[in-house]
């Protein structure tokens, strides 16, 4: 008997390519979810992405109450959400305790916590000489970058790396990891 189809929801900051790559997914079939609802902290690139895929979406610019994300989230009838380049610190709701997770493009507990996003990851990896790099699937608790792991890919650092040449080494990681990570999760692995 097939997984049932899991009400999503997916918060965004940027340009929404992580959203467009879970999308693809579940059209592909991989990923047994409905994105019913994007949360966009602004207008932009990533909100009109969306739209243009036929998403709802909801602009919330700030950090969100958390009633009012209970409220927004309850109202399309999400189950889980998903953080896809979410700049804003989360406040959970009651009820989305373990049903919230983020990809973070760094191999976590390292490179993580306030700040550290986007191409300072980057950065902070190729200063600190690492060989390896990757992307964590993490749950999310009241701290940034410190709930449990779900699942991690590396990705080697090589000779003459750039932030920009590692950033889309990481991307290509990130796009297999979140969909698998969200298929077990929906599916009721850890």
């Not at 990481?170 to 929906?186: K, M, N, Q």
Request: charged share 25%; proline share 8%; glycine share 12%.
């Amino acid at each position: 008997m097939p997984q049932p189809v899991t009400p999503i929801a997916v918060m965004i900051s940027g340009g929404g390519r992580t959203l467009l790559n879970l999308q693809d997914a579940i059209d592909r079939g991989e990923l047994r979810a409905k994105i019913t609802l994007v949360v966009a902290s602004k207008e932009g690139v990533g909100a009109q992405r969306a739209r243009d895929r036929g998403l709802p979406v909801v602009v919330e610019p700030g950090e969100i109450p958390a009633d009012r994300l209970a409220s927004i989230l309850r109202g399309a009838g999400v189950a889980w959400v998903a953080l896809a380049g979410y700049l804003k610190k989360v406040h959970i709701p009651p009820g989305f305790e373990g049903k919230v997770v983020n990809i973070h493009p760094a191999l976590l507990p390292k490179f993580g916590g306030p700040g550290m996003y986007g191409r300072r990851v980057h950065e902070a990896v190729l200063r600190a000489g690492e060989r390896e790099s990757g992307c964590t699937v993490h749950l999310c608790d009241d701290r940034y970058d410190t709930g449990p792991i779900v699942l991690q890919e590396s990705v080697p650092v090589v000779p003459g790396d750039t932030p920009d040449t590692l950033a889309a080494r990481v991307f290509g990681a990130e796009c297999r990891a979140y969909p698998e990570a969200l298929r077990r999760l929906l599916g009721g692995e850890r």
